[in-house]
Structures are given as C-alpha cells and as structure tokens.
Nanobody
Framework: QVQLVESGGGLVQAGGSLRLSCAAS????????MGWYRQAPGKQRVLVAS???????TYADSVEGRFTISRDNANNMVYLQMNSLKPEDTAVYYC???????????????WGQGTQVTVSS
C-alpha cells in the first residue's frame, strides 16, 4: 500500500558531500513529519534530522550546520543534503514518514529500506 524509497547513498571521502532522497508513494492522504535516521554497525538507530509539514526542522547535534533537511510536500519527498562528511557519519540511513492513508483515521510511521553511506578517511 505504501512505499518509502531512498536513493543517493554511496561511498565518499571525508569532507565530501552526498544528497539523499526519499519518495513516499501509495494511498497517502496526508503526510506529517518526515525525517532521516541512521544506524551504524552495533549501534541503535538514531534521529539525524526531521521536518514537519510546516517546515520546522530538527537536527542531531552531531550534524547541525553540516546537514540540511528539506521536503517537497507536493510530491511527498524528503531530502538530506550532507556536507563536510566525516567517517563517523558512516551508517545506513533510513527515511521515516508519518502518514495518514486514505480510509484510515490515524497517522502511522513508515520506514524506507535504508541506504548505505560510507565515508572514508
């Protein structure tokens, strides 16, 4: 019924940039908060950045000033521009969205399949 598909991950040298994209598709009536999480090997999944439908953004301290989240409400897309990448940014990055589907009364969280970001030193 619903898919979140990420793209844009890859291998980059420290100091480089990558841009992640996530497209939500399916029987979507409304989209609330959209965000990016990451999970490094052996660690818990943590919030990287999020944005609500009004455009208010939240960032993890570790990425503040280097990463920028943005969204395209008309196309149910969210982006993460990552600059000045560091080896510690290496992780699988997951797209997350709070979606209200047609015929449903409550928002639910949906996740993408994840995209690998590897930053070499």
């Amino acid at each position: 019924q619903v898919q979140l598909v990420e793209s844009g991950g890859g291998l980059v040298q420290a100091g480089g940039s990558l841009r992640l994209s996530c497209a939500a598709s399916g029987i979507i009536f409304k989209v609330n908060t959209m965000g990016w999480y990451r999970q490094a090997p052996g660690k818990q999944r943590v919030l990287v950045a999020s944005t609500n439908v009004g455009g208010t953004t939240t960032y993890a301290d570790s990425v503040e000033g280097r990463f920028t989240i943005s969204r395209d409400n008309a196309n149910n897309m969210v982006y993460l521009q990552m600059n000045s990448l560091k080896p510690e940014d290496t992780a699988v990055y997951y797209c997350n969205a709070a979606l209200l589907l047609y015929g449903y009364s409550d928002y639910e969280d949906y996740w993408g399949q994840g995209t690998q970001v590897t930053v070499s030193s």
